[in-house]
């Protein structure tokens, strides 16, 4: 999976439709090995990421679990503590 693409599931207060379209975004873009679509392939890229941000949206919303919800900056935390010590060698 890409590293850009984060977790979006679980978390308090929930991922927004932006958090949601970023993601999307980041998956296309991958899969298509372009960050800017030529004119002729603009709106097929462009459909990809609207119809990849319903089906995330869609299956965010319908995922249950019995975990506790996640703190948003406890993660970013953690990430960060993990970043430093990865490249600090």
Do not use: W
Request: net charge positive; with cysteine.
């Amino acid at each position: 999976m890409c590293r850009n693409i984060r977790t979006l599931h679980n978390f308090e207060p929930p991922a927004t439709d932006d958090e949601v379209r970023a993601a999307a975004l980041q998956y296309v873009r991958k899969i298509s090995g372009s960050t800017k679509p030529s004119q002729a392939n603009a709106e097929a890229f462009d459909r990809a990421v609207d119809d990849i941000a319903e089906v995330s949206a869609r299956l965010l919303s319908e995922l249950v679990t019995s975990a506790p919800a996640k703190d948003r900056e406890v993660e970013a935390a953690k990430h960060k503590a993990r970043s430093a010590q990865r490249f600090a060698s």
